[in-house]
């Protein structure tokens, strides 16, 4: 919850005289004109209506939900989670750490898939999903989002011997993408009419999605397009597969949170800023997308966009539906 703004005690009028009978006590009158005049909460109305923040007072722990092999976003390697998402998840926790003065905030890991990754936050699982995570109209019935990170498009895909260049080729033939995920949808729509007469199979992840077209299984793996070039270029041979130029759509990530709790969001949003504003971001960005990353050293040289480019001038968590 945003704080209303302060006022002087020369402007807080006294309270009206208490109801015959009933004598309102001296100090707890004092302690709720100071409140009002000031704009601050008593402790007791801020843990009650910041549940989150709550609990990580009471634990000493900040639960961050990473994925398996959303490269460069969220992945494990060497059995340790990395990733552009979770450095910037752990800003966050630097940012708490001073915010809720608690220097010793640990920090613990929640593994989740595309198709758990939601219920870990609205469960209570996780305080923050650190993946690739499109901020979508019907994902925020369920929780929150913060500063988009990333802005990524859907495309395919497909091995480079394949012929495969538009969805028009792929007319009856098998298209794979990850369970849980906004491609998924995509595909679904487009196969509504059956005019394309497309096989759609589901995955669990992303590795298995990519498996099967390195398999023959399908043809064509449908995916924000940041994550195939990420597959791809760990591959044994990324020359043998190609990642299409048609755009289907533009997909903003961000960090999922609990939409029930205004407070924990409000210091999400404003280290995000920060983070932004401080150039820290694009420093992550370059570290992540434009240099070697683990766990084979491969660089994939993604020039930032000019979509997130201009939506770092005026960060925002609004985004078009």
């Given at each position: ?8 005690l ?65 992945f ?50 996780a305080d ?69 007469q ?103 040289d ?20």
């Amino acid at each position: 919850m945003i704080h209303p703004r302060s006022q002087s005690l020369r402007d807080a009028r006294p309270a009206r005289a208490p109801a015959r009978g009933r004598a309102l006590p001296l100090l707890p009158a004092l302690l709720l004109t100071l409140c009002l005049a000031t704009g601050a909460r008593p402790a007791a109305a801020q843990s009650s209506a910041s549940p989150v923040l709550q609990r990580i007072q009471q634990t000493g722990v900040l639960r961050l939900a990473h994925r398996e092999s959303s490269v460069p976003f969220s992945f494990v390697a060497d059995g340790k989670p990395y990733g552009y998402a979770i450095d910037l998840c752990l800003r966050v926790a630097d940012a708490l750490r001073t915010a809720l003065k608690l220097p010793g905030l640990k920090v613990e890991y929640v593994p989740v898939t595309p198709a758990n990754r939601i219920a870990a936050i609205v469960d209570g699982k996780a305080d923050l999903e650190c993946g690739s995570t499109t901020n979508t109209r019907e994902r925020r019935e369920q929780v929150a989002f913060t500063i988009p990170h990333y802005i990524a498009g859907i495309r395919m895909l497909v091995r480079t011997d394949s012929g495969i260049r538009k969805l028009a080729d792929l007319r009856g033939k098998t298209l794979v993408s990850t369970t849980g995920t906004t491609s998924l949808v995509v595909i679904r729509q487009i196969n509504g009419s059956g005019a394309m007469q497309l096989k759609v199979v589901e995955a669990k992840d992303h590795a298995e999605a990519f498996g099967m077209v390195e398999q023959g299984k399908a043809d064509a793996f449908v995916m924000d397009d940041v994550l195939l070039y990420g597959l791809r270029a760990n591959a044994r041979n990324p020359a043998s597969y190609t990642v299409t130029n048609e755009l289907l759509t533009i997909e903003p990530y961000a960090i999922m949170l609990s939409r029930h709790d205004a407070e924990f969001k409000r210091l999400v949003d404003k280290a995000m800023v920060d983070s932004i504003y401080s150039q820290d971001t694009q420093k992550l960005y370059k570290k992540w997308f434009q240099s070697p990353i683990p766990p084979q050293g491969v660089n994939l040289d993604i020039p930032m966009s000019y979509l997130l480019r201009d939506s770092f001038k005026f960060p925002s968590d609004k985004v078009a539906d």
